[in-house]
Every structure is written in C-alpha cells, then in structure tokens.
C-alpha cells in the first residue's frame, strides 16, 4: 500500500496526462466570453421587464463556471507556471466571482491534504449545516431546529451560498490576520461589484434589480454546492489520530459522478473526485483516462473505488444529514407522546 502512489502516479506521468491543455482551456474561456456576452446582449434589449430574472439566473450560472476556472487555475492545472496560475485563479476567482482566492487556497488545501479526517478538514466543520454527530449533538436550541432535518433542507439553504462565499472572502479580506494580496483582492471584489451592481439599479426598478441579484446569488450557490456536495458528504470519516497512507486516503474519502462528457461540463471535472485528489494539478481533459489506470490500481489493492449518478449522490448526501442530525433530537422527545398531545 505504501507504493500503491508511487506506482500510479509514474504510469499517470508516462502516459502523458499531467501535461497541460491550453487548447482545451482556450475553448472553455471563450465559450465564457461568448456566454457573458449573451447575458449583456440579453440585459440592454429585454430593458425593464421580469423577464431578466432569466439573465439573473444565466448570470449564475456562468459565475459557476468560471468558479470552477478559478479552481483549476489554484491547483495549476491551466498554465505552465505557479504565478501565472496564481495570477489567473486570483482574477478569476476576485474579479469575476467575486471570492477571497487567499481564503479559497487556505480552506481547500487543508481539505485535500485531509479529506474527511476530524479535527483536520475545514469542509465537514460547522457551517449551519453539521456533517459530524458530535456536532450536531451540541446543537443549540436554535441550530437544532436547522439541525433535525437539515438532509432536507440542504438545497433549499444552498440559496444563500452564495452571499456566504461573499462575506467569507470580506471577513477574511478585513481580518487582522496576514492576508496576501489584501488589497489586490479587495479592489478586484470592489470593481466586480460596481460592473455588476451599477447598470443593475440604474435601469431596472428598484425592486425588480433586488430580484435580480437575488436570483443570481440564489443559482450561484445552489450550483456550486450541488457541485460539490457529492464529492465527500456520506463518504467515510477518518479519526483524528487515524494513520493511512495517501492512495487509501484520498480514494476512500472521495466519490465519483457518471455520466461522462455531459457530468465533466456541467461540476467543471468535479465529477472526478477521486482522480482530483490524487493529482490536484491534472487539467480537466486527461481524468477521464486516468480513472482507467486509478481503477485498475484499486482492483488490484483491493481498494473500494465509489462512483455513482448525480442523482444517486444528492440522495446519499441527504439521507446522510438526516442521519447525522438524528443526534440533534431531544432524547427525552417520544412520538407517541407528541401524538397525544396534539389530540
């Protein structure tokens, strides 16, 4: 098992899968350009009718999108450099999507050197929703009533996603902690705003321009969690102290989605979430080929491999937070007495 990495990963650089894919990111960005366009083309000729909640929702939509460019471009999947990795992924991520790209890096890092592990991985730390029992446990009287059925309200608080990517980047942005490129950051976020935000409330009424940005925050964050939802969330959870080697880790941790071309568009190559963690720095048109090796490693090992549909994920990903927000209940609460009561 200790060589198990070693092993897959010089078959991996052999066949050529680490090298990068200009070509292919050329084609996504100006597929972007072209999709920006539209919305704009769309926002001047519709003028003042309901009808631009549908840009609202395309504008989502395609910040989604170059989300996922952002997050290609920090794991140096795009470009042949570090910093001009890093360069892209902070313009993209600050001035397009309007995110801390600095707190994006410190939380995602933490998550795939630890994926699922207590104690060690931000991703499954209390954020309204609890993906540990003993968190859902403390629960607070208020939390617990998110908490008990939080499986089913999942998707519906992923709406607010989105404004909370927003001020997590402006908390951390306006922290007293060492921040790199605060100010770099902070004035590609405040430009982003202004485009956004100005042509929005000077030509649509003032209602129908809350609206808007309402229904671009709520597509924004619905897609990018349900992105990245089925990645990890009902996967094992590694103990603090628990010691495996990176190959078992990573593949254990993690899940994949079928549906080839059309699922690798859509979650922007998230959908191969197991090769992703095994080579993070793997541009997004080679993990098709190389789940092919990865699998071949893990039969071999004896290693489960999971993969499953997307929608089989987001229904294992909500019985899992009903399960774990069982242990937010009252232990004391009896059915039957609550039956009786409301008689």
Known sequence: MARAYTEVSQVVRETGL???????????????????????????????????????????????????????????QILASGPANERLARFLAAGIVGISLSWWNNKHNRHHANPNRVGKDPDIEIDTISFLETDAASAGRLRALVTRKQGWLFFPLLTLEGLNLHAHAFRHLFSRQDVKDRWIELGLIAARFAVIWTPVFLFLPLGMAFAFLG??????????????????KGMPIIAADAKLDFFTKQVRT????????????????????????LFPNMPRPHLARAREIVIEQCRTLGVPYTETTLWRSYGIVIDYLNRVGLAARDPFDCPMVGTYRRA
């Open 215 to 232: 229904v671009q925050l709520a597509v924004f964050g619905v897609y990018m969690g349900a992105s990245f939802a089925p990645n990890h």
């Open 254 to 277: 993690s899940r994949n989605v079928t549906g080839g071309w059309w699922a690798t568009w859509l979650m922007g190559g998230l959908n191969y979430q197991v090769e992703h963690h």
């Open 18 to 76: 680490l090298r990068r894919a200009e070509w292919f990111y050329a084609l996504v960005g100006a597929g972007l350009l072209l999709g920006f366009g539209g919305v704009i083309t769309g926002f001047i000729l519709l003028g003042d009718t309901w009808y631009q909640l549908l840009m609202a929702g395309a504008l989502g939509i395609l910040f989604t999108q170059v989300a996922f460019l952002a997050h290609e471009a920090a794991h140096r």
